[in-house]
Nanobody, 123 residues
Framework: QVQLVESGGGSVQAGGSLRLSCAVSRSTYSTNYIGWFRQASGKEREGVAIIYVYGKTIYVDPVKGRFTISRDYAKNALYLQMSSLKPEDTAMYSC?????????????????WGQGTQVTVSS
């Protein structure tokens, strides 16, 4: 069993930055892929950034160059540094762990989920 707890969301103006954190209940070495997903109001959940246990990262195209995913093995934590935020980044952001197969950015392929943290970007 893996428990995930997100924090760091909030409201920010366009162009600003936020850093999301996800506390993981056990060593993140025990999960293969772990990452961030988001769901905007009225839209399907989408993968944002994924990191493999050995460090390889995957980003969805709209956030490339603006978001950075990282993990701290000592603290059992996952982070998402978001810069140059846009109103279209507004969503509930959740961390997820334990990829089950298929596309790494497909939310349906992850077993453990946190409750999410809201990010709101105003223009």
């Amino acid at each position: 069993q893996v428990q995930l707890v997100e924090s760091g969301g909030g409201s920010v103006q366009a162009g600003g930055s936020l850093r999301l954190s996800c506390a993981v209940s056990r060593s993140t070495y025990s999960t293969n892929y772990i990452g961030w997903f988001r769901q905007a109001s009225g839209k399907e959940r989408e993968g944002v950034a994924i990191i493999y246990v050995y460090g390889k990262t995957i980003y969805v195209d709209p956030v490339k160059g603006r978001f950075t995913i990282s993990r701290d093995y000592a603290k059992n934590a996952l982070y998402l540094q978001m810069s140059s935020l846009k109103p279209e980044d507004t969503a509930m952001y959740s961390c997820a762990a334990q990829w089950l197969g298929g596309s790494r950015l497909d939310h349906r392929q992850y077993y453990y989920w946190g409750q999410g943290t809201q990010v709101t970007v105003s223009s």
